[in-house]
């Protein structure tokens, strides 16, 4: 077994491009210690229907509990959710619970989604924020405190935002206001309780080639005290451990040399992947 785990992952059952079974398959074969499924949760905005799990979780949850069968004494099976800032349901009952923030909050109050493409984030970013990308991304990182501060097992891609960049939606990200706002928003995570994941998530799919989050980020974190866990963010199975290395190179240049492994017996801290 290699020191690695995949539990940031998506299905079929959400927005994915494999079974849950298939992303499991690719998990057993890559030679992870456990396979998480985190499927998106359930929001109340109509367009995301279809997208994230239905408000009934029962389907997903009895699939997820049968692969543990199928894998029992070969490699874990987590049941885990990615809730989302809009979501309406809970991680009650859940092995672990990522939170991730998918939207932010517009001057009128309304949500607009920060990672479905350039150029809805363009339209954005010119209609309701009259081109001011510190505001928006200000008002980004709000709802990133806001999850940080629910105390997740996992904080998602706390700089989402930043997805874009290199397709044309770009930050000044060694700007003092830019990474006050993101650092108060790490700041709200507890370190204690709360693993930052180094998402490749954006490499896999073509909109990024270096993993999230920045490296001045993830050198806040070491100072707090946290530790990181590697994922892949897979939505499909020939990502499930997609960029892992280069993740691990990012951790190292942050000043880290283990991660945390998430298994059925509870957080393992291992060597970085290499």
Same mark, same amino acid.
């Given at each position: 077994m290699k020191n690695i785990c995949s539990v940031h992952t998506h299905s079929t059952m959400c927005d994915g491009k494999n079974t849950l079974a298939e992303m499991a398959r690719a998990a057993f074969e890559a030679g992870a210690v456990s396979f998480g499924a985190s499927g998106h949760s359930? &929001?109340?905005?109509?367009?995301? @229907?279809?997208?994230?799990?239905p408000i009934d979780m029962t389907a997903y949850c009895e699939e997820v509990l049968r692969l543990r069968k199928e894998y029992a004494?070969?490699? $874990?099976?987590?049941?885990?959710? @990615?809730?989302?800032?809009?979501?309406?349901? &809970?991680?009650?009952?859940? $092995?672990?619970?990522?939170?991730?923030?998918?939207?932010?909050?517009?001057?009128?109050?309304?949500?607009?989604t920060a990672d479905w493409d350039a150029e809805?984030?363009?339209?954005?970013?010119?209609?309701?924020?009259a081109g001011n990308s510190l505001m928006m991304a200000k008002n980004y990182y709000d709802e990133v405190r806001r999850m940080a501060a629910m105390r997740p097992t996992i904080l998602g891609?706390?700089?989402l935002i930043t997805k874009f960049k290199e397709n044309?939606?770009?930050?000044?990200?060694?700007?003092?206001?830019?990474r006050a706002a993101a650092l108060d928003a790490?700041?709200?995570a507890d370190p204690k309780e709360t693993l930052l994941e180094i998402n490749t998530g954006a490499m896999s799919r073509g909109y990024r080639r270096t993993p999230y989050p920045a490296l001045f980020l993830l050198r806040e974190w070491r100072e707090m005290g946290g530790k990181v866990?590697? &994922?892949?963010?897979?939505?499909?199975?020939?990502?499930?451990v997609y960029g892992y290395a280069q993740a691990a190179e990012l951790a190292k240049a942050a000043g880290f040399d283990r991660s945390t492994l998430l298994t059925a017996s509870g957080r393992e801290e291992r060597p970085l992947y290499i």
């Amino acid at each position: 077994m290699k020191n690695i785990c995949s539990v940031h992952t998506h299905s079929t059952m959400c927005d994915g491009k494999n079974t849950l079974a298939e992303m499991a398959r690719a998990a057993f074969e890559a030679g992870a210690v456990s396979f998480g499924a985190s499927g998106h949760s359930h &929001t109340p905005i109509p367009e995301d @229907e279809g997208a994230v799990l239905p408000i009934d979780m029962t389907a997903y949850c009895e699939e997820v509990l049968r692969l543990r069968k199928e894998y029992a004494g070969r490699m $874990d099976v987590l049941l885990g959710i @990615e809730l989302d800032n809009c979501a309406d349901v &809970t991680a009650e009952g859940f $092995d672990y619970w990522i939170g991730s923030a998918h939207r932010l909050r517009g001057p009128e109050g309304g949500w607009h989604t920060a990672d479905w493409d350039a150029e809805t984030l363009k339209r954005c970013l010119r209609e309701n924020f009259a081109g001011n990308s510190l505001m928006m991304a200000k008002n980004y990182y709000d709802e990133v405190r806001r999850m940080a501060a629910m105390r997740p097992t996992i904080l998602g891609h706390v700089d989402l935002i930043t997805k874009f960049k290199e397709n044309g939606v770009s930050f000044d990200e060694k700007a003092l206001s830019y990474r006050a706002a993101a650092l108060d928003a790490l700041h709200a995570a507890d370190p204690k309780e709360t693993l930052l994941e180094i998402n490749t998530g954006a490499m896999s799919r073509g909109y990024r080639r270096t993993p999230y989050p920045a490296l001045f980020l993830l050198r806040e974190w070491r100072e707090m005290g946290g530790k990181v866990i590697l &994922t892949a963010d897979a939505h499909s199975a020939g990502a499930i451990v997609y960029g892992y290395a280069q993740a691990a190179e990012l951790a190292k240049a942050a000043g880290f040399d283990r991660s945390t492994l998430l298994t059925a017996s509870g957080r393992e801290e291992r060597p970085l992947y290499i």
